[in-house]
Protein backbone atom coordinates (compact mmCIF):
# COMPACT_ATOMS: atom_id res chain seq x y z
CA UNK A 1 0.00 0.00 0.00
CA UNK A 2 2.87 2.28 0.76
CA UNK A 3 4.39 2.06 -2.43
CA UNK A 4 0.84 2.37 -4.35
CA UNK A 5 0.40 5.66 -2.23
CA UNK A 6 3.79 7.03 -3.10
CA UNK A 7 3.16 7.11 -7.04
CA UNK A 8 0.71 9.40 -6.13
CA UNK A 9 2.63 13.08 -7.04
CA UNK A 10 1.88 16.49 -5.85
CA UNK A 11 1.91 19.28 -8.08
CA UNK A 12 4.26 21.94 -8.05
CA UNK A 13 3.03 25.21 -7.11
CA UNK A 14 4.08 28.64 -8.90
CA UNK A 15 2.99 32.07 -7.49
CA UNK A 16 3.73 34.75 -9.80
CA UNK A 17 3.22 38.87 -9.12
CA UNK A 18 0.56 38.22 -7.22
CA UNK A 19 -1.39 40.68 -5.95
CA UNK A 20 -4.77 41.39 -3.82
CA UNK A 21 -6.82 44.66 -2.82
CA UNK A 22 -9.85 44.67 -1.38
CA UNK A 23 -11.31 47.75 -1.94
CA UNK A 24 -8.82 50.48 -1.45
CA UNK A 25 -7.14 47.83 1.30
CA UNK A 26 -3.81 46.04 0.00
CA UNK A 27 -4.36 42.96 1.16
CA UNK A 28 -1.37 41.16 -0.48
CA UNK A 29 1.62 42.86 -2.85
CA UNK A 30 4.20 40.91 -5.11
CA UNK A 31 3.90 37.48 -3.95
CA UNK A 32 6.38 35.16 -6.00
CA UNK A 33 6.43 32.13 -4.33
CA UNK A 34 7.74 28.68 -5.90
CA UNK A 35 6.97 25.68 -4.01
CA UNK A 36 8.13 22.06 -5.07
CA UNK A 37 6.05 18.67 -6.23
CA UNK A 38 5.98 17.01 -2.76
CA UNK A 39 7.24 19.87 -0.80
CA UNK A 40 5.41 20.99 3.04
CA UNK A 41 5.19 24.70 3.10
CA UNK A 42 4.06 27.06 6.55
CA UNK A 43 2.31 30.38 5.21
CA UNK A 44 3.52 32.28 8.81
CA UNK A 45 2.07 35.26 9.84
CA UNK A 46 0.08 37.76 12.40
CA UNK A 47 -3.28 38.15 11.80
CA UNK A 48 -4.18 40.68 8.83
CA UNK A 49 -0.78 39.71 7.02
CA UNK A 50 -3.00 38.28 3.56
CA UNK A 51 -2.18 34.37 4.10
CA UNK A 52 -5.91 33.14 4.69
CA UNK A 53 -6.22 35.80 1.12
CA UNK A 54 -3.27 33.90 -0.17
CA UNK A 55 -4.87 30.40 0.67
CA UNK A 56 -7.97 31.27 -0.81
CA UNK A 57 -6.32 32.69 -4.23
CA UNK A 58 -4.36 29.20 -4.51
CA UNK A 59 -7.65 27.33 -3.75
CA UNK A 60 -9.39 29.34 -6.06
CA UNK A 61 -11.82 30.74 -4.24
CA UNK A 62 -10.49 34.54 -4.82
CA UNK A 63 -9.81 35.36 -8.14
CA UNK A 64 -6.25 37.35 -7.73
CA UNK A 65 -6.50 41.08 -8.83
CA UNK A 66 -3.06 40.73 -10.32
CA UNK A 67 -0.38 38.40 -11.20
CA UNK A 68 -0.45 34.14 -11.72
CA UNK A 69 -1.33 30.75 -10.18
CA UNK A 70 0.46 28.33 -11.86
CA UNK A 71 0.09 24.29 -11.20
CA UNK A 72 2.62 22.61 -12.60
CA UNK A 73 3.48 25.20 -14.75
CA UNK A 74 0.07 25.44 -15.97
CA UNK A 75 -2.15 28.98 -15.29
CA UNK A 76 -5.66 28.21 -13.12
CA UNK A 77 -6.95 31.78 -12.49
CA UNK A 78 -9.63 30.93 -14.14
CA UNK A 79 -10.17 27.49 -13.10
CA UNK A 80 -12.76 27.27 -10.20
CA UNK A 81 -11.90 25.94 -6.97
CA UNK A 82 -14.51 22.97 -7.41
CA UNK A 83 -12.46 21.66 -10.51
CA UNK A 84 -8.80 22.43 -8.95
CA UNK A 85 -8.26 18.81 -7.10
CA UNK A 86 -7.25 20.95 -4.19
CA UNK A 87 -7.58 19.04 -0.41
CA UNK A 88 -8.76 21.79 1.80
CA UNK A 89 -8.55 21.22 5.84
CA UNK A 90 -10.09 23.98 7.76
CA UNK A 91 -9.54 25.43 10.80
CA UNK A 92 -12.75 24.22 12.15
CA UNK A 93 -12.95 21.26 9.90
CA UNK A 94 -16.10 21.82 8.47
CA UNK A 95 -16.76 18.37 8.29
CA UNK A 96 -20.36 18.03 7.43
CA UNK A 97 -22.43 18.06 10.63
CA UNK A 98 -25.72 15.64 8.99
CA UNK A 99 -23.04 13.01 7.26
CA UNK A 100 -21.11 10.00 8.88
CA UNK A 101 -17.89 9.71 8.86
CA UNK A 102 -17.79 7.68 6.13
CA UNK A 103 -19.90 9.55 3.92
CA UNK A 104 -18.02 12.90 4.64
CA UNK A 105 -14.45 11.21 3.24
CA UNK A 106 -16.91 10.03 0.61
CA UNK A 107 -17.92 13.38 -0.18
CA UNK A 108 -15.69 13.93 -2.87
CA UNK A 109 -15.26 11.15 -4.87
CA UNK A 110 -19.49 10.91 -4.97
CA UNK A 111 -19.24 14.58 -6.66
CA UNK A 112 -16.95 12.66 -9.13
CA UNK A 113 -19.79 10.01 -10.05
CA UNK A 114 -16.84 7.37 -8.69
CA UNK A 115 -18.62 3.66 -8.83
CA UNK A 116 -19.90 2.73 -5.03
CA UNK A 117 -17.29 -0.30 -5.04
CA UNK A 118 -14.48 2.33 -5.99
CA UNK A 119 -16.07 4.74 -3.23
CA UNK A 120 -15.86 2.21 -0.53
CA UNK A 121 -12.54 0.85 -0.87
CA UNK A 122 -10.92 4.15 -1.08
CA UNK A 123 -13.03 5.45 1.99
CA UNK A 124 -11.93 2.29 3.89
CA UNK A 125 -8.16 2.73 2.83
CA UNK A 126 -7.79 6.36 3.92
CA UNK A 127 -9.93 6.08 6.89
CA UNK A 128 -7.43 2.80 7.63
CA UNK A 129 -4.42 5.53 7.29
CA UNK A 130 -6.02 8.09 9.51
CA UNK A 131 -6.78 5.05 12.09
CA UNK A 132 -10.60 6.10 12.18
CA UNK A 133 -11.96 2.68 10.37
CA UNK A 134 -13.97 2.24 13.60
CA UNK A 135 -15.26 5.15 13.15
CA UNK A 136 -17.09 5.01 9.81
CA UNK A 137 -20.60 5.16 10.88
CA UNK A 138 -20.38 7.69 13.96
CA UNK A 139 -21.16 11.37 13.08
CA UNK A 140 -18.90 14.35 13.24
CA UNK A 141 -20.51 15.47 16.34
CA UNK A 142 -19.67 12.77 18.15
CA UNK A 143 -15.71 12.26 17.33
CA UNK A 144 -13.33 14.30 19.66
CA UNK A 145 -11.21 17.21 18.08
CA UNK A 146 -8.04 14.80 17.50
CA UNK A 147 -10.53 12.27 15.54
CA UNK A 148 -12.54 15.16 13.69
CA UNK A 149 -8.87 16.42 12.43
CA UNK A 150 -8.43 13.11 11.52
CA UNK A 151 -11.39 12.65 9.56
CA UNK A 152 -10.83 15.89 7.82
CA UNK A 153 -7.65 15.21 6.69
CA UNK A 154 -8.55 11.56 5.00
CA UNK A 155 -11.86 13.72 3.27
CA UNK A 156 -9.28 15.62 1.86
CA UNK A 157 -6.88 13.39 0.41
CA UNK A 158 -9.60 11.02 -0.60
CA UNK A 159 -9.81 12.63 -3.87
CA UNK A 160 -5.93 12.22 -4.65
CA UNK A 161 -5.48 16.29 -4.19
CA UNK A 162 -2.46 17.70 -6.03
CA UNK A 163 -2.50 20.22 -3.63
CA UNK A 164 -3.38 20.35 0.29
CA UNK A 165 -4.15 23.48 1.94
CA UNK A 166 -4.49 23.23 5.57
CA UNK A 167 -5.79 26.67 7.42
CA UNK A 168 -4.94 27.04 10.84
CA UNK A 169 -5.25 22.92 11.48
CA UNK A 170 -4.49 22.65 15.09
CA UNK A 171 -5.54 25.94 16.53
CA UNK A 172 -8.69 24.32 17.99
CA UNK A 173 -6.80 21.17 19.75
CA UNK A 174 -5.70 20.89 22.98
CA UNK A 175 -1.94 22.12 23.60
CA UNK A 176 -1.07 18.42 24.30
CA UNK A 177 -2.55 16.93 21.53
CA UNK A 178 -1.48 19.41 19.25
CA UNK A 179 1.90 18.06 19.09
CA UNK A 180 1.26 14.39 18.39
CA UNK A 181 -1.39 15.41 15.84
CA UNK A 182 1.30 17.59 13.83
CA UNK A 183 3.61 15.00 14.11
CA UNK A 184 1.18 12.52 12.44
CA UNK A 185 -0.52 14.71 9.96
CA UNK A 186 3.24 15.53 8.86
CA UNK A 187 3.74 11.85 8.33
CA UNK A 188 0.62 11.25 6.71
CA UNK A 189 1.41 13.96 3.92
CA UNK A 190 4.70 13.10 3.51
CA UNK A 191 3.26 9.16 3.02
CA UNK A 192 1.31 10.61 0.06
CA UNK A 193 4.00 12.54 -1.31
CA UNK A 194 1.38 15.68 -1.96
CA UNK A 195 2.41 18.86 -2.02
CA UNK A 196 1.26 20.38 1.52
CA UNK A 197 0.62 24.10 2.60
CA UNK A 198 -0.05 25.04 5.97
CA UNK A 199 -1.31 28.80 7.08
CA UNK A 200 -0.65 29.21 10.94
CA UNK A 201 0.25 32.30 12.94
CA UNK A 202 1.63 30.04 15.54
CA UNK A 203 5.36 29.91 14.43
CA UNK A 204 6.09 26.16 17.02
CA UNK A 205 3.04 25.12 14.46
CA UNK A 206 5.23 26.26 11.10
CA UNK A 207 8.57 25.40 12.85
CA UNK A 208 7.55 21.72 13.60
CA UNK A 209 6.14 21.11 10.49
CA UNK A 210 6.97 22.63 7.32
CA UNK A 211 10.35 21.89 4.71
CA UNK A 212 10.20 25.90 4.61
CA UNK A 213 8.61 28.49 5.99
CA UNK A 214 6.98 31.59 4.11
CA UNK A 215 7.11 34.49 6.48
CA UNK A 216 4.86 37.04 5.63
CA UNK A 217 3.93 40.69 6.98
CA UNK A 218 1.34 43.35 5.61
CA UNK A 219 0.72 41.60 2.68
CA UNK A 220 4.45 41.09 1.82
CA UNK A 221 6.82 38.23 1.80
CA UNK A 222 9.73 38.56 4.30
CA UNK A 223 11.55 35.82 4.32
CA UNK A 224 11.55 32.37 2.72
CA UNK A 225 13.83 30.25 4.44
CA UNK A 226 13.88 26.57 6.30
CA UNK A 227 13.16 26.74 9.76
CA UNK A 228 17.19 26.84 11.72
CA UNK A 229 17.69 29.33 9.10
CA UNK A 230 14.54 31.57 10.06
CA UNK A 231 15.72 31.36 13.42
CA UNK A 232 19.12 31.46 13.03
CA UNK A 233 19.81 34.28 10.32
CA UNK A 234 16.26 36.30 10.01
CA UNK A 235 15.83 38.81 7.64
CA UNK A 236 14.41 41.38 9.23
CA UNK A 237 13.63 43.16 12.82
CA UNK A 238 10.05 41.73 12.66
CA UNK A 239 11.31 38.25 11.90
CA UNK A 240 13.55 37.89 14.86
CA UNK A 241 10.90 39.03 17.19
CA UNK A 242 7.99 36.92 15.23
CA UNK A 243 10.01 33.52 15.18
CA UNK A 244 10.80 32.64 18.69
CA UNK A 245 11.99 35.10 21.68
CA UNK A 246 14.76 37.00 21.01
CA UNK A 247 16.38 40.04 22.78
CA UNK A 248 16.40 43.65 21.02
CA UNK A 249 19.81 45.89 21.99
CA UNK A 250 20.08 49.18 20.73
CA UNK A 251 23.25 50.80 19.65
CA UNK A 252 25.55 52.47 17.78
CA UNK A 253 28.05 51.58 15.06
CA UNK A 254 31.54 53.09 16.06
CA UNK A 255 33.34 50.77 14.33
CA UNK A 256 33.27 48.43 11.06
CA UNK A 257 33.01 45.64 13.37
CA UNK A 258 32.26 47.50 16.68
CA UNK A 259 28.89 48.80 18.36
CA UNK A 260 28.38 50.63 21.36
CA UNK A 261 25.49 49.14 22.95
CA UNK A 262 23.13 51.47 25.14
CA UNK A 263 23.13 49.26 27.67
CA UNK A 264 26.67 49.98 28.69
CA UNK A 265 29.70 47.86 26.79
CA UNK A 266 30.84 48.40 23.54
CA UNK A 267 30.85 44.93 21.25
CA UNK A 268 33.41 43.39 19.07
CA UNK A 269 30.99 41.26 16.41
CA UNK A 270 33.85 39.72 15.18
CA UNK A 271 32.24 40.90 11.49
CA UNK A 272 31.74 43.80 9.56
CA UNK A 273 28.43 45.45 10.52
CA UNK A 274 28.34 46.85 6.74
CA UNK A 275 27.03 50.34 8.16
CA UNK A 276 28.38 53.43 8.88
CA UNK A 277 29.98 54.52 11.64
CA UNK A 278 27.14 56.41 14.35
CA UNK A 279 24.34 54.54 12.51
CA UNK A 280 21.76 53.38 14.94
CA UNK A 281 21.38 49.59 15.15
CA UNK A 282 19.41 47.25 16.78
CA UNK A 283 21.23 43.52 17.92
CA UNK A 284 18.87 40.75 18.38
CA UNK A 285 20.41 37.89 20.65
CA UNK A 286 18.34 35.31 21.49
CA UNK A 287 18.16 34.19 25.46
CA UNK A 288 19.78 31.12 25.06
CA UNK A 289 22.66 33.04 23.19
CA UNK A 290 23.45 35.20 26.68
CA UNK A 291 25.09 33.63 29.94
CA UNK A 292 25.69 34.87 33.29
CA UNK A 293 29.36 35.87 33.41
CA UNK A 294 31.79 37.85 35.53
CA UNK A 295 32.49 41.46 35.32
CA UNK A 296 35.12 42.44 33.19
CA UNK A 297 35.07 44.62 29.71
CA UNK A 298 32.29 43.55 27.40
CA UNK A 299 30.02 42.26 30.05
CA UNK A 300 26.48 44.00 29.90
CA UNK A 301 25.00 44.91 33.37
CA UNK A 302 21.64 44.17 34.51
CA UNK A 303 19.84 44.47 37.38
CA UNK A 304 17.73 40.96 37.63
CA UNK A 305 13.98 41.33 38.23
CA UNK A 306 12.77 37.91 37.83
CA UNK A 307 13.39 33.79 37.67
CA UNK A 308 11.19 31.67 35.64
CA UNK A 309 10.62 27.78 35.60
CA UNK A 310 9.52 26.45 32.81
CA UNK A 311 10.63 22.72 32.94
CA UNK A 312 13.89 22.17 31.01
CA UNK A 313 14.60 25.58 30.67
CA UNK A 314 14.69 28.62 33.38
CA UNK A 315 14.47 32.15 31.93
CA UNK A 316 15.92 35.46 33.37
CA UNK A 317 14.51 38.82 33.06
CA UNK A 318 16.69 41.41 33.90
CA UNK A 319 16.93 45.20 32.86
CA UNK A 320 19.46 46.82 30.93
CA UNK A 321 20.36 50.36 32.77
CA UNK A 322 19.09 51.89 29.34
CA UNK A 323 15.56 50.56 30.11
CA UNK A 324 15.76 47.27 27.72
CA UNK A 325 14.47 44.02 29.48
CA UNK A 326 16.92 41.48 28.50
CA UNK A 327 15.92 37.49 28.67
CA UNK A 328 18.25 34.55 29.34
CA UNK A 329 17.62 31.20 29.35
CA UNK A 330 19.57 28.97 30.57
CA UNK A 331 19.26 24.57 31.33
CA UNK A 332 17.80 24.74 34.63
CA UNK A 333 20.53 21.89 36.34
CA UNK A 334 23.08 24.59 35.57
CA UNK A 335 22.34 26.63 38.11
CA UNK A 336 25.57 28.65 37.83
CA UNK A 337 25.18 32.53 38.84
CA UNK A 338 21.25 31.90 39.84
CA UNK A 339 20.45 35.33 40.57
CA UNK A 340 17.81 36.64 42.96
CA UNK A 341 15.58 39.60 42.12
CA UNK A 342 17.18 43.18 42.87
CA UNK A 343 20.64 41.80 42.79
CA UNK A 344 23.15 42.95 39.59
CA UNK A 345 24.31 40.61 37.55
CA UNK A 346 27.03 40.85 34.49
CA UNK A 347 25.82 39.19 31.39
CA UNK A 348 28.08 37.60 28.24
CA UNK A 349 26.70 36.60 24.86
CA UNK A 350 28.35 33.23 24.24
CA UNK A 351 28.56 33.64 20.36
CA UNK A 352 28.97 36.81 18.53
CA UNK A 353 28.78 35.39 15.02
CA UNK A 354 24.60 34.45 16.25
CA UNK A 355 23.72 38.09 16.95
CA UNK A 356 21.62 39.66 14.27
CA UNK A 357 22.14 43.48 13.01
CA UNK A 358 19.39 45.44 11.71
CA UNK A 359 19.01 49.01 11.17
CA UNK A 360 17.09 50.70 14.08
CA UNK A 361 13.10 51.41 12.19
CA UNK A 362 13.34 55.37 11.97
CA UNK A 363 10.31 55.80 14.69
CA UNK A 364 12.02 54.06 16.99
CA UNK A 365 15.20 55.97 16.69
CA UNK A 366 13.68 59.36 17.39
CA UNK A 367 11.67 57.98 20.21
CA UNK A 368 15.23 56.66 21.24
CA UNK A 369 16.70 59.81 20.94
CA UNK A 370 14.07 62.25 22.46
CA UNK A 371 14.71 59.82 25.83
CA UNK A 372 18.32 60.08 25.67
CA UNK A 373 18.27 63.74 25.88
CA UNK B 1 -46.69 35.44 42.34
CA UNK B 2 -46.88 37.00 38.80
CA UNK B 3 -48.38 33.59 37.49
CA UNK B 4 -51.38 33.77 38.51
CA UNK B 5 -52.98 35.87 36.69
CA UNK B 6 -51.53 34.75 33.77
CA UNK B 7 -52.72 31.77 34.38
CA UNK B 8 -56.19 32.57 34.72
CA UNK B 9 -56.31 34.46 31.95
CA UNK B 10 -55.09 31.56 29.96
CA UNK B 11 -57.76 29.25 31.97
CA UNK B 12 -60.77 31.84 31.08
CA UNK B 13 -59.91 33.03 27.85
CA UNK B 14 -58.55 29.57 26.32
CA UNK B 15 -59.39 26.58 28.48
CA UNK B 16 -63.31 27.92 29.35
CA UNK B 17 -63.93 28.89 25.88
CA UNK B 18 -62.54 25.67 24.50
CA UNK B 19 -64.15 23.26 27.26
CA UNK B 20 -67.94 25.39 25.92
CA UNK B 21 -66.70 24.28 22.71
CA UNK B 22 -66.12 20.73 23.35
CA UNK B 23 -69.75 20.76 25.58
CA UNK B 24 -71.46 22.52 22.49
CA UNK B 25 -70.52 19.86 19.87
CA UNK B 26 -71.69 17.16 21.78
CA UNK B 27 -74.99 18.25 21.82
CA UNK B 28 -77.38 15.33 19.47
CA UNK B 29 -79.31 18.61 17.69
CA UNK B 30 -79.31 22.34 17.49
CA UNK B 31 -81.83 22.58 19.92
CA UNK B 32 -79.76 21.18 22.54
CA UNK B 33 -81.85 18.32 23.35
CA UNK B 34 -79.64 15.64 24.65
CA UNK B 35 -75.88 14.52 24.14
CA UNK B 36 -74.23 12.18 21.71
CA UNK B 37 -71.52 11.70 19.27
CA UNK B 38 -74.05 12.37 16.69
CA UNK B 39 -72.39 15.84 15.38
CA UNK B 40 -68.88 13.56 14.64
CA UNK B 41 -70.71 10.30 13.21
CA UNK B 42 -72.82 13.17 10.60
CA UNK B 43 -69.23 14.44 9.72
CA UNK B 44 -67.37 11.49 8.99
CA UNK B 45 -70.40 9.43 7.33
CA UNK B 46 -70.60 12.78 4.62
CA UNK B 47 -68.29 12.83 1.61
CA UNK B 48 -68.97 16.67 1.55
CA UNK B 49 -67.83 17.57 4.80
CA UNK B 50 -64.60 15.37 4.27
CA UNK B 51 -63.95 16.73 0.84
CA UNK B 52 -63.97 20.22 2.40
CA UNK B 53 -61.32 19.29 4.65
CA UNK B 54 -59.09 17.35 2.73
CA UNK B 55 -59.90 20.65 0.32
CA UNK B 56 -58.21 22.66 2.96
CA UNK B 57 -55.31 20.98 4.16
CA UNK B 58 -54.58 20.10 0.89
CA UNK B 59 -54.59 24.13 0.04
CA UNK B 60 -52.27 24.34 3.07
CA UNK B 61 -49.67 22.12 1.82
CA UNK B 62 -49.74 23.62 -1.56
CA UNK B 63 -49.47 27.11 -0.16
CA UNK B 64 -46.73 26.28 1.97
CA UNK B 65 -44.69 23.97 -0.68
CA UNK B 66 -45.13 27.10 -3.15
CA UNK B 67 -43.58 29.71 -0.11
CA UNK B 68 -40.56 27.05 0.65
CA UNK B 69 -40.12 27.18 -2.91
CA UNK B 70 -39.92 31.01 -3.07
CA UNK B 71 -38.34 31.15 0.06
CA UNK B 72 -34.77 29.66 -0.97
CA UNK B 73 -33.83 31.74 -3.72
CA UNK B 74 -34.84 34.72 -1.95
CA UNK B 75 -32.65 33.68 1.47
CA UNK B 76 -30.02 32.41 -0.87
CA UNK B 77 -29.90 36.04 -2.31
CA UNK B 78 -30.27 37.78 0.74
CA UNK B 79 -27.02 35.90 2.45
CA UNK B 80 -25.05 36.98 -0.26
CA UNK B 81 -26.05 40.37 -0.72
CA UNK B 82 -24.19 43.02 1.20
CA UNK B 83 -25.89 45.02 4.91
CA UNK B 84 -27.96 48.03 2.78
CA UNK B 85 -29.66 44.62 0.23
CA UNK B 86 -30.42 43.16 3.04
CA UNK B 87 -32.11 45.62 5.02
CA UNK B 88 -34.17 46.10 1.59
CA UNK B 89 -34.90 42.84 1.33
CA UNK B 90 -36.49 42.27 4.75
CA UNK B 91 -38.14 45.47 4.44
CA UNK B 92 -39.41 43.61 1.34
CA UNK B 93 -40.40 40.55 2.67
CA UNK B 94 -41.93 42.36 6.04
CA UNK B 95 -44.43 44.61 3.76
CA UNK B 96 -46.92 42.16 3.85
CA UNK B 97 -46.92 42.06 7.79
CA UNK B 98 -47.31 45.33 7.81
CA UNK B 99 -50.06 45.89 6.01
CA UNK B 100 -53.76 44.53 7.24
CA UNK B 101 -55.06 41.38 5.72
CA UNK B 102 -58.05 42.91 4.56
CA UNK B 103 -56.31 45.59 2.33
CA UNK B 104 -53.75 42.77 1.05
CA UNK B 105 -56.54 40.54 -0.11
CA UNK B 106 -58.60 43.68 -1.63
CA UNK B 107 -55.26 44.54 -3.58
CA UNK B 108 -55.12 41.01 -4.71
CA UNK B 109 -58.98 41.28 -5.84
CA UNK B 110 -57.58 44.44 -8.15
CA UNK B 111 -55.18 42.87 -9.27
CA UNK B 112 -56.60 39.18 -10.07
CA UNK B 113 -60.16 40.45 -11.27
CA UNK B 114 -62.05 40.16 -14.62
CA UNK B 115 -60.54 43.77 -15.35
CA UNK B 116 -57.60 43.24 -13.21
CA UNK B 117 -53.97 44.61 -13.94
CA UNK B 118 -52.65 40.57 -15.20
CA UNK B 119 -55.60 40.42 -17.53
CA UNK B 120 -55.70 43.62 -18.91
CA UNK B 121 -51.86 43.61 -19.45
CA UNK B 122 -52.75 39.77 -21.00
CA UNK B 123 -55.17 40.99 -23.35
CA UNK B 124 -53.61 44.69 -24.35
CA UNK B 125 -50.41 42.65 -25.69
CA UNK B 126 -52.60 40.11 -27.39
CA UNK B 127 -51.48 37.16 -25.39
CA UNK B 128 -54.93 36.24 -24.00
CA UNK B 129 -57.72 36.26 -26.57
CA UNK B 130 -60.30 36.28 -23.91
CA UNK B 131 -60.13 37.31 -20.06
CA UNK B 132 -58.93 34.47 -17.19
CA UNK B 133 -60.84 33.35 -14.45
CA UNK B 134 -58.13 34.49 -11.86
CA UNK B 135 -60.40 35.54 -9.14
CA UNK B 136 -62.53 33.36 -7.41
CA UNK B 137 -60.53 30.06 -8.34
CA UNK B 138 -58.15 27.98 -6.64
CA UNK B 139 -54.74 29.05 -7.98
CA UNK B 140 -55.78 33.36 -7.57
CA UNK B 141 -56.55 31.66 -3.58
CA UNK B 142 -52.71 29.66 -3.66
CA UNK B 143 -51.56 33.15 -5.20
CA UNK B 144 -52.69 35.50 -3.05
CA UNK B 145 -52.08 33.47 0.41
CA UNK B 146 -48.51 32.47 -0.96
CA UNK B 147 -47.79 36.33 -1.31
CA UNK B 148 -49.28 37.20 2.02
CA UNK B 149 -47.80 34.10 4.39
CA UNK B 150 -44.10 34.45 2.40
CA UNK B 151 -42.82 36.38 5.47
CA UNK B 152 -43.46 33.47 7.32
CA UNK B 153 -41.31 31.04 5.45
CA UNK B 154 -38.23 33.16 4.14
CA UNK B 155 -37.98 34.62 7.72
CA UNK B 156 -37.09 31.21 9.49
CA UNK B 157 -35.18 29.98 6.25
CA UNK B 158 -32.84 32.69 6.21
CA UNK B 159 -32.43 32.34 9.73
CA UNK B 160 -30.95 28.81 9.18
CA UNK B 161 -29.19 29.94 6.34
CA UNK B 162 -27.33 32.56 8.17
CA UNK B 163 -26.38 30.30 10.94
CA UNK B 164 -25.10 27.86 8.35
CA UNK B 165 -21.07 27.61 8.31
CA UNK B 166 -19.28 29.20 5.18
CA UNK B 167 -16.79 26.78 5.21
CA UNK B 168 -18.98 23.64 4.64
CA UNK B 169 -20.24 25.50 1.14
CA UNK B 170 -16.46 26.00 0.70
CA UNK B 171 -15.63 22.34 1.39
CA UNK B 172 -18.09 20.82 -0.26
CA UNK B 173 -16.84 23.34 -3.55
CA UNK B 174 -13.20 22.14 -2.77
CA UNK B 175 -14.53 18.46 -2.73
CA UNK B 176 -15.00 18.78 -6.24
CA UNK B 177 -19.19 19.77 -5.93
CA UNK B 178 -21.10 21.55 -8.45
CA UNK B 179 -23.42 24.38 -6.75
CA UNK B 180 -26.69 21.94 -7.89
CA UNK B 181 -25.17 18.99 -5.50
CA UNK B 182 -23.79 21.74 -2.81
CA UNK B 183 -27.39 22.86 -2.60
CA UNK B 184 -28.94 19.36 -2.47
CA UNK B 185 -26.51 17.72 0.01
CA UNK B 186 -24.97 20.09 2.40
CA UNK B 187 -27.08 23.28 1.97
CA UNK B 188 -30.71 22.22 1.93
CA UNK B 189 -30.36 19.27 4.44
CA UNK B 190 -28.24 21.90 7.22
CA UNK B 191 -31.13 24.13 6.73
CA UNK B 192 -34.24 21.96 6.47
CA UNK B 193 -35.14 22.42 10.20
CA UNK B 194 -35.75 25.75 9.16
CA UNK B 195 -37.69 25.06 6.41
CA UNK B 196 -40.10 22.96 7.91
CA UNK B 197 -40.66 24.86 10.80
CA UNK B 198 -41.56 27.68 8.27
CA UNK B 199 -43.48 25.04 6.65
CA UNK B 200 -45.47 23.68 9.39
CA UNK B 201 -46.32 28.05 10.34
CA UNK B 202 -47.44 28.76 6.52
CA UNK B 203 -49.30 25.39 6.20
CA UNK B 204 -51.51 26.42 9.30
CA UNK B 205 -51.84 30.05 8.59
CA UNK B 206 -52.72 29.08 5.22
CA UNK B 207 -55.46 26.78 5.91
CA UNK B 208 -57.34 28.43 8.68
CA UNK B 209 -56.87 32.54 6.48
CA UNK B 210 -60.42 32.86 6.80
CA UNK B 211 -60.28 36.24 5.22
CA UNK B 212 -58.28 35.69 2.29
CA UNK B 213 -59.88 32.43 1.35
CA UNK B 214 -63.18 33.90 1.29
CA UNK B 215 -62.73 37.09 -0.38
CA UNK B 216 -60.46 35.38 -3.26
CA UNK B 217 -61.64 32.19 -3.67
CA UNK B 218 -65.32 33.76 -3.13
CA UNK B 219 -68.52 31.57 -2.50
CA UNK B 220 -67.50 29.28 -5.24
CA UNK B 221 -64.89 27.32 -3.14
CA UNK B 222 -65.96 25.95 0.04
CA UNK B 223 -63.10 25.46 2.98
CA UNK B 224 -63.22 24.53 6.74
CA UNK B 225 -62.92 28.10 8.05
CA UNK B 226 -65.67 29.75 6.11
CA UNK B 227 -67.80 26.19 6.11
CA UNK B 228 -67.35 26.47 9.99
CA UNK B 229 -68.81 29.88 9.52
CA UNK B 230 -71.44 29.16 7.78
CA UNK B 231 -73.19 26.37 9.60
CA UNK B 232 -72.69 28.60 12.92
CA UNK B 233 -74.39 32.27 11.24
CA UNK B 234 -76.11 30.80 8.59
CA UNK B 235 -77.76 27.49 9.48
CA UNK B 236 -77.57 28.18 13.25
CA UNK B 237 -76.68 24.23 13.41
CA UNK B 238 -74.36 25.24 16.80
CA UNK B 239 -73.60 21.61 17.98
CA UNK B 240 -72.01 20.81 14.37
CA UNK B 241 -70.44 23.98 13.54
CA UNK B 242 -68.41 23.28 16.69
CA UNK B 243 -67.77 19.79 15.70
CA UNK B 244 -66.25 21.10 12.65
CA UNK B 245 -64.20 23.38 14.45
CA UNK B 246 -62.74 20.90 17.02
CA UNK B 247 -62.21 18.22 13.90
CA UNK B 248 -60.35 21.14 12.03
CA UNK B 249 -58.46 21.83 14.78
CA UNK B 250 -57.54 18.65 15.86
CA UNK B 251 -56.26 17.37 12.32
CA UNK B 252 -54.33 20.84 11.81
CA UNK B 253 -52.13 20.27 15.02
CA UNK B 254 -52.26 16.62 14.42
CA UNK B 255 -50.40 17.28 11.17
CA UNK B 256 -48.12 19.44 12.55
CA UNK B 257 -46.77 16.94 15.55
CA UNK B 258 -46.54 14.74 13.06
CA UNK B 259 -44.40 16.60 10.63
CA UNK B 260 -42.47 18.00 13.59
CA UNK B 261 -41.81 14.27 15.14
CA UNK B 262 -40.74 12.90 11.66
CA UNK B 263 -38.55 15.61 10.49
CA UNK B 264 -36.44 15.16 14.28
CA UNK B 265 -36.21 11.49 13.57
CA UNK B 266 -34.45 11.85 9.97
CA UNK B 267 -32.33 15.45 10.06
CA UNK B 268 -29.68 13.98 12.06
CA UNK B 269 -26.69 15.60 13.16
CA UNK B 270 -28.40 19.02 12.63
CA UNK B 271 -29.46 21.43 15.78
CA UNK B 272 -33.32 22.54 15.61
CA UNK B 273 -33.64 26.28 14.74
Wanted: with cysteine.
Amino acid sequence: MELALSDVRGHSLDLKGIGHAFGATVALDEINLTVAAGELIALLGPSGCGKTTMLQIIAGFLRPSRGEVRFDGARVEHIPANRRRIGMVFQNYALFPHLSVFENVAYGLRARKRPNAEIAAKVEQMLGLAQMATYARRLPGELSGGQQQRVALARALAIDPGLVLLDEPFSALDKNLRLDMQIEIKSLLKTFGVTSIIVTHDQEEALSMADRIVVLNKGRIEQIDSPDALYDRPASLFISSFIGHTNLLRGTVTDADRVQLDAGPEIDLGRSVQRRRGTPVTLSVRPENIAFGAERTGAIPVTIRATVPLGAISVTEGVTASGEAVKISQARAAGTARARAGETAWLAISDVSRVSIFSTPVDDVSKHQQRSV
Amino acid sequence: MPVIPLAALFFAAFVLPLAALVLVSLFRDPQFSGLSLAQYLRFLSDPFSLKVLSDTLWLGAEVALATLILAYPLALVYVASGPFMRTLITFLIMLPLLTSTVVRTFAWIVILGRDGIVNSAMLSLGLWQAPARLLYSWEGMVLALTQIQLPLMALPVINSLLRLDGNLTRAAEGLGASRARIFMTVILPLTLPGAIAGWLLVFAAAATAFITQTLVGGGRIILMPSYIYQQAVGVQDWPFSAALSLIFTLAVTGIVFAIGALSRRFVRGVDAA
